[in-house]
Nanobody, 127 residues
């Protein structure tokens, strides 16, 4: 059984920063791409950022580009999302996900392509 556990969410003032973590456990993966998505109240879940297995390739939604940074530590089976210059539009539940069916060195942005999901962590930005 695969488990993804996000942490690091919370309440922050506009302009502030948070660092989300997502630790994978359970089945041993040979290699896999990972991503972050978010879902704001009343909206559909949307792509935020993705990273390849090696960490050499990353991709961001336009709305977070230049403010968010995705990284990973494969020795710890953990992916991170550093979020800076937060604003009210970043308020959402943030989910991490693993994609292990395709090429692990490719960036995956489509939600349907991901195979395993965490339970989410709430990020609230006060204006």
């Amino acid at each position: 059984q695969v488990q993804l556990v996000e942490s690091g969410g919370g309440l922050v003032q506009a302009g502030g920063s948070l660092r989300l973590s997502c630790a994978a456990s359970g089945r041993t993966f040979s290699s896999y791409a990972m991503g972050w998505f978010r879902q704001a109240p009343g909206k559909e879940r949307e792509f935020v950022a993705a990273i390849s297995w090696s960490g050499g390739s990353t991709y961001y939604a336009d709305s977070v580009k230049g403010r968010f940074t995705i990284s990973r530590d494969n020795a710890k089976n953990t992916v991170y999302l550093q979020m800076n210059s937060l604003n009210a539009e970043d308020t959402a539940v943030y989910y991490c996900a693993i994609e292990d069916d395709g090429d692990p060195d490719e960036i995956v942005t489509k939600e349907v392509a991901y195979d395993y999901w965490g339970q989410g962590t709430q990020v609230t930005v006060s204006s």
